[in-house]
């Protein structure tokens, strides 16, 4: 052999090693690789690339979880198998997106010991496996440590120590000259993260589930009105009459800013706010969503976000390769000490650099595992419907359109013409 070819030769091992695929093709994973998941989307490029010599590409989505969903439904409605080949898929879609994502039952059974048993099944339609779990949630509380401690005040339990507490706060600090502090900032803009607010909000006030696991329509009770009304109370009293305009990442810049006592958000917020950048970095705290008054519960939200494949992939067997990339536990530790989001894989939980990093976690793993469901399984098809009027009624009396025994009368008549005679 010359020396050119054996270089040629040890040349052509080398790309062989790297690139095992015979034919490179290039996927399109749903990643948005301009904002603040670019670290996490190039992470798994590069993954992808070394391990499968294919290519990676990203598609970006709205934030709002209804809007991302109404685009999905048009891109799988054309069954355009150049759109997107790995989506995240909201808690809610697995059941309604069903027909459009790959069974991989085959391809990923062998993970299911790894991952929480309710997240698990969730992606399980028919009995058969349709995406991976990637990411749990739950709703949270957030305060101020520092200023709780500076008032003498512990962290509320229920909706009226917090409306309590924030209220004597925000005039103090006012006072002291923090002109544009404000109590409490939460998501009620008209979207899918007013419905989690607005459930977690009910449930607490033991209200129940806007509707029942049995289909049962349940939401014209006075306990959900109260919730409403309690809500409606602290618009422009504890917090900006703006609240009616933000949707997580609203209220996170407020209360990260160091502008708010207290902020209902998700899981991933934590981290954010621990940044050397944040204001508020050592000086937040987390706890349960608070209860509905001394005999209400304290009610988180069940989020979460799973990894599927569009059934109209032309790479089914590299999309199931990213697939189970996304879902190791190294990936999903990188996902959260990147992007603060908890992860879906058990043992994550017990990782001591995880602990380090959110000491909160461990105590959160109770609330995941009892989170309150939106009821996306009993109104089937119908749920995008069911949520769009579940927000409309909260933002309704949010804006004083409203009271909440009218919201809940009015709510519960939407829910009865979308179900017919029973929902599909
Ligand atoms: C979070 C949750 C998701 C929910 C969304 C609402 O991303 O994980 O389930 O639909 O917030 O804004």
């Given at each position: 052999m010359t020396k050119t070819t054996l270089l040629a030769a040890s040349l052509a091992a080398a790309l062989s090693a790297a690139a095992p695929a015979v034919h490179a093709d290039t996927l399109k994973m749903e990643c948005n690789v301009s904002g603040p998941w670019k670290p996490f989307c190039e992470h798994v490029k590069s993954r992808f690339e070394a391990e499968t010599g294919h290519k990676l590409e990203f598609i970006e989505m709205p934030a709002a979880s209804d809007e991302k969903l109404s685009l999905y439904q048009q891109i799988f409605a054309a069954k355009?198998?150049?759109?997107?080949?790995v989506l995240f898929i909201d808690v809610i879609w697995v059941g309604l997106l069903d027909k459009h994502l790959l069974d991989i039952t085959d391809k990923v059974k062998d993970l299911e010991p790894a991952f929480f048993p309710t997240n698990w099944n969730n992606n399980v339609v028919n009995g058969r496996v349709k995406a991976v779990p990637g990411q749990v949630d739950a709703g949270m509380l957030y305060y101020r440590k520092d200023l709780l401690e500076k008032y003498r005040e512990a962290p509320p339990k229920t909706w009226e120590d917090l409306a309590r507490i924030a209220a004597t706060i925000q005039e103090a600090e006012r006072e002291g000259g923090?002109?544009?502090?404000?109590g409490f900032v939460f998501q009620g803009k008209a979207y899918e993260g007013l419905s989690c607010d607005v459930l977690e909000w009910i449930a607490s006030y033991n209200g129940g589930t806007v509707v029942d696991p049995d289909g049962n329509i349940s939401v014209n009770n006075p306990k959900a009105a109260k919730a409403l009304d309690t809500a409606a109370?602290?618009?422009?009293?504890?917090?900006?009459?703006?609240v009616m305009g933000y949707q997580e990442e609203e209220s996170r810049a407020v209360f990260q800013n160091g502008d708010a006592l207290f902020m209902r958000n998700w899981p991933y917020a934590y981290l954010l706010t621990q940044d050397d950048s944040s204001p508020v970095k050592g000086k937040v705290g987390v706890a349960p969503v608070p209860k509905?008054?001394?005999?209400?519960q304290h009610a988180a939200t069940l989020g979460g976000w799973q990894w599927g494949v569009s059934a109209y992939s032309k790479n089914p067997d590299a999309a199931v390769k990213l697939v189970r990339i996304l879902a190791e536990a190294d990936t999903q530790k990188q996902a959260f000490l990147m992007l603060g989001i908890p992860p879906a894989r058990i043992e994550s939980y017990e990782d001591p650099e995880v602990q380090a990093k959110a000491p909160y976690l461990a105590q959160f793993r109770d609330v995941f595992a009892n989170a309150v469901p939106r009821p996306s399984t009993p109104t089937r098809s119908q749920f995008p419907k069911v949520s769009k009027a579940m927000f409309n009624a909260g933002y309704d009396v949010l804006s004083g359109r409203a009271t909440g025994a009218q919201a809940v009368a009015d709510l519960e008549g939407k829910l009865k013409r979308i179900k017919g005679r029973d929902w599909k």
């Open positions: 355009d198998p150049n759109a997107v080949d923090n002109r544009n502090f404000w109370s602290w618009v422009g009293t504890i917090a900006p009459k703006g509905g008054g001394p005999d209400g």
